[in-house]
C-alpha cells in the first residue's frame, strides 16, 4: 500500500548548522512531493515542494533533492536559525490534486 | 483573513455525542480534503471532494463519520456517537487542482472526546 518513511524522528543542531530530513515512499506512481512545516499548535505550512520531472529544487536556505529511481527524496536546511525549530512532514501523491500520504514527522531543534 | 477557516477550533464532548465540524476553504478552490492529525503523527487522509462530488474516502472513515460539501463551498464533517479514540486535530485543506496540488491547510478543530 501507499507508504511514507520519515527520518530522522528528532533533529538537534546548533545555530548555523545544515540539517537533513530523509523520506522514502512505496507508491512508485508518485509523482509530487511536498514538504511541511508545523509550528507547536498551528497548522501545516507549505514551505517546498517538488515534481517527480525534476531532481532538485532550491529556495533560499531550503533545497529539496528527489531521486526517483531509489524512492527518495531529502530537505536540506542551511544556515539554520532558532526559528527554523518546528516539525517537519515530508508527504507524497500520485496524481494531480490528490490525497496526501505523510510521513511520521521529525521534531527539529536548532540550538542557539 | 482569505486563508482554510475551520470552526469550532476545539470541541470537548462526551462519549456517545455527535459533533459536526466546519471547514470554509480559500475562495474558488474547488478541491477540499479532511485529515486527522494525532500527537506525534502526521496528518492522515479523511476523505476529499472536487466542487460538490465526494472522490475519495479513506478505509480510516467509519460508517459513524460522514462529509458533505453541497455547494460546492464550505464542507462539514459529522462524527456520530463518538468514542475516545476519535479524540484528535481534525484538520481541512484545500487546492486549486489546476495548480499542482498545493494544499494549504486550515488551523485544524482540537476534538476531545471524554
Redesign the interface.
Known amino acids: 500500500g501507499e507508504n ?1 518513511e ?1 527520518h530522522p524522528s528528532t533533529l538537534s543542531v546548533q545555530e548555523g548548522d545544515s540539517a537533513v530530513i530523509k523520506c522514502t515512499y512505496s507508491d512508485s506512481a508518485s509523482n ?1 512531493f ?1 514538504w ?1 512545516k508545523q509550528e507547536l499548535g ?5 514551505i517546498i ?1 517538488i ?1 517527480s520531472n525534476v531532481g532538485e529544487k532550491k529556495d533560499q536556505r531550503i533545497a529539496v533533492t528527489l531521486n526517483k529511481t531509489a524512492k527518495h527524496f531529502s530537505l536540506h536546511i542551511t544556515e539554520t536559525q532558532p526559528e527554523d525549530s518546528a516539525v517537519y ?1 515530508c ?1 507524497a ?1 500520485n496524481r ?10 521529525t521534531e527539529l531543534s536548532v540550538k542557539p | 483573513d482569505t486563508g482554510v477557516s475551520q470552526n469550532p477550533r476545539h470541541k470537548i464532548t462526551k462519549r456517545g455525542q455527535n459533533v459536526t465540524f466546519r471547514c470554509d476553504p480559500i475562495s474558488e478552490h474547488n478541491r477540499l480534503y479532511w485529515y486527522r492529525q494525532t500527537l506525534g503523527q502526521g496528518p492522515e487522509f479523511l476523505t476529499y471532494f472536487q466542487n460538490e462530488a465526494q472522490l475519495e474516502k479513506s478505509r480510516l472513515l467509519s460508517d459513524r463519520f460522514s462529509a458533505e460539501r453541497p455547494k460546492g463551498s464550505f464542507s462539514t464533517l459529522e462524527i456520530q456517537r463518538t468514542e475516545q479514540g476519535d479524540s484528535a486535530m481534525y484538520l481541512c485543506a484545500s487546492s486549486l487542482v489546476e495548480i499542482y496540488n498545493e494544499q494549504f491547510f486550515g488551523p485544524g478543530t482540537r476534538l476531545t472526546v471524554l
Open positions: 511514507v520519515q509530487y511536498p511541511y498551528k497548522r501545516p505550512q507549505l515542494d515534481r512532514f508527504a501523491t494531480q490534486g490528490g490525497k496526501l500520504i505523510f510521513g511520521q514527522g
